[in-house]
Structures are given as structure tokens and as C-alpha cells.
């Protein structure tokens, strides 16, 4: 192989008996062992090869996912064979697989258990098994490796002549028509101290009499320790060298990319007396092995030569050129280190980058500050600490004490818990690496982790419109796509019939239950009108109408839009329409709506919707936004959402240039902080965020990392912010681990709808009636509604005379205008 990885495959030994699946596998892996191998017999050995198996256990075993083969690794192109469906195996039965049931009678005057080869009737035929291996199988005279297969894993296996790839010692090759024997049979240090000569091979028999001999003590020769590699810095001064050091395997990571392909890292450490000593420098580091499944468990002791890199500032091996050879199995774990959680960027740098790679430990309980998502983590922070949520405002805040604990696996979470905010957990452990920015830690025993939960909070109730009131409400609908390849892009999802009627089923309830179907809805992460107007029909029986779609579609790569849902029976459209920008900056979009001057580029991929409309006869321009995302830095993209921020300032300036009583509503999914730059720019030029008006503790719309921040908003022009009654963000999404996203049960159909908590803001269209002021607790209470502004007239009473009184407004309003504009 071009990069050879020689995977050294009787560490797997180890694994099964760490990781076995059932009673019975763990017993195979124990009891099932090759006994004796004859791999250079005279004349035709290639018809005469054989290979013993023994029961040494006391239990009968099943060999029907059994395989045997000289393939060292999944995927090559030697030979593995599965013996037939239903064979067995007896306790303290010996059994002889041949190449060929015609030779070996040849020679013994017998004839073996199982054939490879077809050369006779009397004799079962063991079967191809194409999952591990292509080739045929035929034991190489000069040397080779022997596995012995339960499913994938492997629970015996050996390498003799010239191969170490099994044992570092292999067992010594014989002369033609001499077999290699272990004595005796039951005797497994899974060395080459277990195997003799056998001058007379004997198939069919074995010895359990003998003492098992002793390995040798091995002796290693002395290589670079991984902290002289890994330095002092954050980047290693033998970049782009080829290293050669020895360690021992503490944790492995499987992850997924965008484009569907899986890549594996092994984490390896100092054998324990072998570090440098230097407490400025790691001990640890990742062995980045590609598309390579690995076959080395935790515990082995392996020597690695390989390039270092540095990827985005991890340090590691990367897998061009890279050997692996096993020196030993169940070599000792290093002591994890005990560590705490600092607070602000530069301090979790300089205490974490000392431990890239090593194996860590929080000893005691912590927090779960953000719910596990899919990517198969969550984040905590130290039980120490009293803290059970930590925030952020703005970027100048400094970075709270959150760290992420990560599965082996983000392709699937198996058994990894499914935790919420308040959660917690203790008996974290693994490798610290560094992740997307951010250092996390890789659990590697997902049985260790013990999660106490903490009561799930009631249901947040949404306030009540009056008659002369309206909501309005924004969501991030997260990737509402149908499962039509529109872009011819990986990134676009594509999701099942299946998968879009559950997630419709969610968006259903979280619009009629969360948010109690408002009066205005806007949308963000949508593909299609179509699919808006399937929703809104399903809405319908749980709202009593069907909302009216707003919708155009966007310069958006992956196709997702912006969109404005509306009651008709009490909303007025009149006019819909992108507002696209052009920039100086390279922003890469491509939007044929637009002709920009020449060196500049389109400003959004999604523009801002801007919707004029009448509530109840009352006019409002809505601009529903979705600012550019922090993917590719959070500074390095902060400029687009400032030009994208001045875009709207601009854009409510014009309106009110045209019309100084306009009201105008901003709000979206604005992908920024709320105390950021683009939110303040946009305060500063005479827009309100009323979220602000929300209390601390319950101010936030989105969970990254552990950290509940607002990044949604809802801004309103001077004349609007007197009319606001109610203010809420429904908390029904941002705390709730991403697996209740498929829970249709009807305890948990309206909860992680999405990623995005939903702010819902209602109005008063008349306040110039002199209605009641709120309380600050009514105005802003997650779960209040507002008090009743009727003041003892009933609903129905108030129906029609508010309809008379917003009529005679209009009315008037029309009058004057006439007026004006005759004179």
C-alpha cells in the first residue's frame, strides 16, 4: 500500500474484551483460538495448507459468523473465509480448515472438518466473505498474518517469517513440512511466546499440559518524546518533518464532513516514565489517519512515524507516508489530568494548549450549560462554579468556563446521553483536543458519563392578543427543505417524504401551541413557498385560517429564503419586495435580480423581505432579515453584518423620508450578538430592540457551545415602541437536546421545532386610547398575558367598537391626506 498503516491487528484482542457486545461474543473472543498452522507443506502446498482451530472454553459455540483469513485489514485484497451457516463448535473440539479436503487426505489418510477450496462432497465448504477482504487465501511460506474474525472484530490473530505486523517478535518460520503449534493450547499472551516448532505436525490434536512459557521482556529502543515534538508554542517546531516516537493509544475520534465522508484521528501519549518532563509541553498528540478505520484499541503501545502538520493550529500526524506498528497490547494508560474551566479566551489557551491531546479529566459534577445537539456533544461548566447557564451579550465579553465533552462518533451518537440545559453529569474523560476554535474533550467511555436531569420546566404559555391588539412573532424555521436537488450541491439537504411531514408536524405545533398562531410570522431557512403554503394549510384547523405566504426566492447557494406569513383575515398585502445592496467588499454572490456598479458585489445572499401591509386597516412596513452567519470567523464576517446592518438603517431612514409616521417592525435572525456592532449600529440610527426589555435570566434566543445568547431581534421605530403590551421569548428549543427534533409524541411534538428559541412581541394597534401601561412584569414575563384593556366592556362589545373607532382613524387619516395633497 501507497500509505502503508500496518495495523497491528491483535490489539483487537483488548477491545473485544473492553467492548464486547454480548456474553456470547465475549466468550468466542476468549475460547476460540488457532492452535496450529501448517503453511509449507512439501510438493503442492498450495492444495495442502491447513490451519487448527480449538474450543478451549466450556461452552458450545457458534461458528456461523466465524471468519479465518491472511487479510491484516478490513477493505484488502488477501483472503478471509466464514465458515458455513450453522457450524458449531463443541468445548475442547479441535476442528481443521483445509485448503483443499483432496490434499490434506493426501497426506493424513483423513479427511478435514471444512474445506476452502471444492475438491470434495463429503467435506462443507467455508464461504467467501467479501466485507473484509477480495483475494483468495494462501499462506505465504516466507511469512504472513493468520486472523481469526468474530463479526468485524478480531479475537485471534498471529504473523510468522518476515510479517510483525501482529507481533513485534514474529513467531520464527519453519522448514517446509514443519508447522508452527501453540503450547500449550490454551496459553494466549498474544506474543510469539505462545507458538513452537512442531517438527510432526499433529491436526486434530492439542496439548493443555504444559505450562504457558513466558514472554520475553521486551526492549524498546529509545525515540523522540512526544513533547520535544509538540514544543512549548502553539506550533510545533518539526512542522513538515518526518517524526518517529512511541506511545500509547488513549481515545480515537470518528468525524463526518459536509460532503459525507468519514475520517478517524487516534490520539496518542507518553507511556508513563517516558515523558520529557516539560510541563509547558504535551504530552499527547492526534494521529490523523484519513479514511483508515483504526484497528489499534486504547491501551496499545505503538511506534508511529509520520509527518507533523498543523491543522488549524491542532497539531498532528497526518496520514500521507504514515506507519503504525503495534510494539505491545494492554500497555498502561497514563493518569488522567485533573483540570479546571478558565474564563476568557487568552487564559483557556495558555492553560489548555499544554495539554493538547492528552487525557483530561473533570473529577467532579458539572453543569450541562448546552444540551446535546447532533453532532453528538454538549457543553458543561464545573458544578464549583454555582453557575447553571452562563451568557454572552457581545463579543467583548469575555469567553465563559463552558467546554464541549464530544462522543467518539459524529456519525452516530449510539448511547451518548441525551442531556438538556440543567442537567448534570459527571465521570468526564478523554483527550483534550482542539475542535472548530475551541478546545473539547473526546469521551471515550460513554458508560462512565452519569447524568442526573433535572425536571423538564412547564410549557411556556404564549400571551393573548386582545381584539385590538396583534402579535407578531420570528423563526428560524433550521433548514425547512424539500427533498427536491435544486442546487446540485452537497450542502443543500435533502430530506425524506418522511422527514419533512415530522418536521411539518413540529412547525405546526410551535406556531398554533408556542406561539398561540400569530397575528404576523416571520420566517427565516425556508426553500420554497410550496413548502410555506403546506405548511400554513396544515396550521390551519389548530389556527381557524390559513396564513397568507409572502415569499420571493433569494441568491441563497444552498436556496434557503426569507418570508412573511400573515392572518387574512386581518392582514392587507400590498406590496412584496427583496431589497438587495451592492458592496465593495468580495462577498462571492451571484444575484441576477440586481446589476451592480462595477467593482462591487450583491451585499446579501438572503436579502431583506420587505412587506408593506395594513393590520385592521392600520399601515406597517415589515423587513424580515437573515444577516450573514459567523461561519469562516466571527470578526472575519463581522463587516458584512454591519454593511447589512447600515443597508436596513438606511432602508427605515427612506421610509420615514417618505412617510414620518410610518411604522416600521425589523426582525429576523440577525446572527450577532445583541449588544454587537450591526444591532447597535441599527439602535443608533432610531430603532428599538424591544427583546431588550426582556430580563436577564430569560434573555436569549440561541445555544452555541454552552453559551445562551440573543441573536434574534425584533427592533421597532420610535413611534411602535409605546405599543408594545407583551414581550417573550418562547424557551422551547435552544435547551432541549436535538433528538426530541424527531419526537412526534404529544408531550414533546412542540419542543425542538427548531435551534432558535421564538421571540413573540404583541401590540396594541390604538394606543392612543389611553390604554392600561403594563407592569414590567406582565410586558415582559416569558409566559404573561397581557392585563385586559377593555376595562369591564366584554370582547364582543369591544370587537365592534374597536373596528368603528380604527375605522373613523383611517377614515380621517384618508381625509386629511386628500387635503394635503389637493393644496
Known sequence: MSKRILILLTTLLTAISLNAQTNQQTNQSTTLLITEVFYDAPGADEEREWVEIANVGTAVLSLSDIKIGDEEVPGGEEGMKRFPEGAQIEPGQVIVVAQTAAGFFELYGRYPDYEITNTSANVPDMRRFSAWATGDFALGNDGDELLLVNGMRIIDALSYGDRTTIFNSAVSGVASGQSIERQPANCDSDTSADWQTQPVPTPGQISLDDACAAPAEPEWEPLTPIGEIQGSGPVSSYVNETVTFRGVVIGQYEDINTSGVTYYTLFVQDLPGSEDGDPATSDGIAVFLGRKRPSTPIGSQIRITGTVTEFYDYTEIDDAGLEIMLEMADAPLPDPVAISLPQGRAAQLAYYEPLESMRVTL??????????????????????????????????????????????????????????????????????????????????????????AVPQPPFPAPPTPAAHQFSIATFNVENHFDSI???????????????????????????????????????????????????????????????????????????????????????????????????????????????????????????????????????????????????????????????????????????????????????????????????????????????????????????????????????????????????????????????????????????????????????????????????????????????????????????????????????????????????
Open 485 to 823: 436537488d435544486d442546487t446540485g450541491s452537497v450542502d443543500e439537504p435533502k430530506p425524506s417524504p418522511e422527514e419533512i411531514a415530522v418536521k411539518q408536524a413540529k412547525l405546526v405545533a410551535a406556531i398554533s401551541q408556542t406561539l398561540g398562531c400569530p397575528t404576523l410570522l416571520a420566517i427565516q431557512e425556508v426553500e420554497t413557498a410550496v413548502l410555506l403554503e403546506g405548511l400554513a394549510e396544515a396550521a390551519a384547523p389548530a389556527c381557524g385560517f390559513t396564513y397568507q405566504v409572502s415569499h420571493q426566492e433569494s441568491a441563497d447557494v444552498r436556496g434557503i429564503d426569507v418570508a412573511l406569513l400573515s392572518d387574512p383575515g386581518r392582514v392587507g398585502v400590498t406590496a412584496v419586495s427583496l431589497q438587495q445592496a451592492c458592496t465593495l467588499m468580495n462577498t462571492g454572490i451571484s444575484d441576477p435580480a440586481i446589476t451592480c456598479p462595477a467593482g462591487q458585489q450583491p451585499l446579501f445572499s438572503r436579502p431583506p423581505l420587505q412587506v408593506s401591509l395594513a393590520i385592521d386597516g392600520q399601515p406597517y412596513t415589515i423587513l424580515v432579515n437573515h444577516f450573514k452567519s459567523k461561519r469562516g470567523g466571527e470578526a472575519e464576517t463581522e463587516l458584512r453584518r454591519v454593511a447589512q446592518a447600515q443597508h436596513i438603517a438606511d432602508l427605515v431612514t427612506d421610509l420615514h423620508d417618505d412617510n414620518s409616521t410610518a411604522r416600521v417592525i425589523v426582525l429576523g435572525d440577525f446572527n450577532d450578538f445583541e449588544q454587537s456592532p450591526p444591532l447597535n449600529l441599527m439602535e443608533a440610527n432610531g430603532l428599538t430592540n424591544v427583546l431588550r426589555q426582556i430580563p436577564d435570566e430569560a434573555r436569549y434566543s440561541f445555544n452555541f457551545g454552552g453559551v445562551s445568547q440573543l441573536i434574534d431581534g425584533l427592533l421597532v421605530t420610535e413611534n411602535l415602541v409605546e405599543t408594545v403590551t407583551a414581550v417573550t421569548i418562547q424557551h422551547t428549543n435552544a435547551d432541549f437536546p436535538d433528538s426530541l427534533g424527531q419526537d412526534t409524541s404529544l408531550a414533546n411534538l412542540a419542543y425542538k421545532t427548531t435551534d432558535h428559541d421564538l421571540p413573540l412581541v404583541v401590540f396594541d394597534l390604538y394606543p392612543e386610547l389611553e390604554q392600561p401601561t403594563p407592569t414590567p412584569d406582565t410586558a415582559v414575563s416569558p409566559t404573561a398575558t397581557p392585563v385586559n384593556d377593555n376595562q369591564g366592556v366584554d370582547e364582543s362589545t369591544f370587537s365592534w367598537w374597536g373596528w368603528l373607532v380604527g375605522g373613523l382613524l383611517v377614515m380621517g387619516t384618508a381625509v386629511i391626506a386628500f387635503f394635503f395633497r389637493r393644496k
Open 363 to 452: 473529577a467532579n459534577t458539572t453543569n450541562v450549560t448546552g444540551p446535546t445537539y447532533s453532532g453528538c456533544g454538549f457543553a458543561v461548566v464545573e458544578g464549583s462554579s454555582g453557575l447553571t447557564r452562563v451568557y454572552r451579550r457581545s463579543a467583548d465579553d469575555l469567553a465563559p468556563p463552558v467546554i464541549t465533552v464530544l462522543h467518539t462518533s459524529d456519525v452516530s451518537c449510539g448511547s451518548f446521553p441525551n442531556v438538556k440545559v440543567g442537567d448534570t453529569v459527571t465521570g468526564i474523560s478523554g483527550p483534550l483536543i482542539y475542535n472548530f476554535d475551541e478546545f473539547k474533550i473526546v469521551q471515550q467511555v460513554t458508560e462512565d458519563l452519569m447524568v442526573t
